[in-house]
């Protein structure tokens, strides 16, 4: 997918790599390379959950890459920014490793990731006002979702810095670990993920997206509009009777996802 995006396969997970030494800043590019990636993440059966992380240890991403901003090259590839930001129909998890600064367009693409997990170094703001932009419209339901209120609108007026520790203790973040530990942690956290049934992952994943924000009765009327499409695909699986099957007989359940 170009040197810019590297991946590496263990197993079922994918870990995507941004490789833009020295800010690991992000042009229209990469920002298709990573689409593309994620687009053959999402088709390949095989893969149950990916990782995105920066390279080095100080820069998760800086963002947008201000040196292009003249280019006039705005395609951004399949999903929007990055391949994730207007990804509505991704069912596979994504975990951000955040291995130091998250800033701008970079915390845009860590905000629409499923999981958070910085290493205790990094620090996330949104920078944009500062420099006469604004976030995509999709950041401030995200980030509004994750932090209080107040919170997020001083990081967007005025790119407020959170530290990691802040970052925690808001939510915005799952886990703040020393950056020795972040790889092995996300991984952990993955593995976690793979060994549950890939089409329940997958339903809830929908369900989140589409009754997250709502309420009960929202959710319901979303359900009786045949819009779960993912649960009724998880009820009606062999897993769904294999797992049962497994805890009664005290083993390992076998996924098949079908």
């Given at each position: 997918?170009?040197?810019?995006?590297?991946?590496?396969?263990?197993?079922?997970?994918?870990?995507?790599?941004?490789?833009?030494?020295?800010?690991?800043?992000?042009?229209?590019a990469t920002s298709r390379a990573?689409?593309?990636?994620?687009?053959?993440?999402?088709?390949?059966?095989?893969?149950?959950?990916?990782?995105?992380?920066?390279?080095?240890?100080?820069?998760?991403?800086?963002?947008?890459?201000?040196?292009?901003?003249?280019?006039?090259?705005?395609?951004?590839?399949?999903?929007?920014?990055?391949?994730?930001?207007?990804?509505?129909?991704?069912?596979?998890?994504?975990?951000?490793?955040?291995?130091?600064?998250?800033?701008?367009g970079g915390l845009e693409l860590?905000?629409?990731?499923?999981?958070?997990?910085?290493?205790?170094?990094?620090?996330?703001?949104?920078?944009?006002?500062?420099?006469?932009?604004?976030?995509?419209?999709?950041?401030?339901?995200?980030?509004?979702?994750?932090?209080?209120?107040?919170?997020?609108?001083?990081?967007?007026?005025?790119?407020?810095?959170?530290?990691?520790?802040?970052?925690?203790?808001?939510?915005?973040?799952?886990?703040?670990?020393?950056?020795?530990?972040?790889?092995?942690?996300?991984?952990?956290?993955?593995?976690?993920?793979?060994?549950?049934?890939?089409?329940?992952?997958?339903?809830?994943?929908?369900?989140?997206?589409?009754?997250?924000?709502?309420?009960?009765?929202?959710?319901?009327?979303?359900?009786?509009?045949?819009?779960?499409?993912?649960?009724?695909?998880?009820?009606?699986?062999?897993?769904?009777?294999?797992?049962?099957?497994?805890?009664?007989?005290?083993?390992?359940?076998?996924?098949?996802?079908?």
């Amino acid at each position: 997918m170009g040197d810019a995006v590297r991946t590496q396969r263990n197993g079922a997970v994918l870990e995507i790599t941004i490789d833009r030494p020295k800010a690991n800043a992000i042009d229209a590019a990469t920002s298709r390379a990573l689409a593309a990636t994620i687009t053959a993440f999402q088709n390949d059966d095989s893969l149950r959950v990916a990782i995105l992380t920066g390279s080095g240890e100080r820069i998760f991403s800086a963002g947008w890459d201000l040196s292009s901003a003249g280019d006039g090259d705005s395609d951004w590839g399949e999903g929007g920014w990055c391949g994730l930001c207007e990804r509505h129909d991704l069912d596979k998890p994504v975990i951000a490793a955040v291995n130091g600064a998250c800033v701008a367009g970079g915390l845009e693409l860590a905000l629409a990731c499923d999981f958070m997990i910085a290493a205790d170094h990094a620090q996330f703001f949104l920078s944009e006002a500062t420099l006469g932009l604004t976030v995509d419209i999709g950041t401030i339901p995200r980030l509004m979702a994750r932090v209080p209120q107040q919170v997020a609108l001083e990081m967007l007026y005025t790119g407020r810095r959170l530290d990691a520790a802040q970052a925690l203790a808001m939510g915005l973040v799952l886990r703040s670990v020393p950056a020795a530990d972040l790889m092995a942690s996300a991984r952990e956290l993955a593995d976690r993920i793979v060994a549950s049934a890939p089409l329940s992952v997958a339903a809830l994943k929908q369900m989140a997206q589409i009754a997250g924000s709502v309420s009960p009765e929202m959710a319901y009327a979303a359900r009786d509009a045949g819009r779960l499409t993912g649960q009724a695909r998880a009820r009606d699986s062999e897993d769904a009777a294999e797992g049962p099957r497994a805890y009664m007989e005290k083993r390992a359940p076998v996924w098949k996802g079908s």
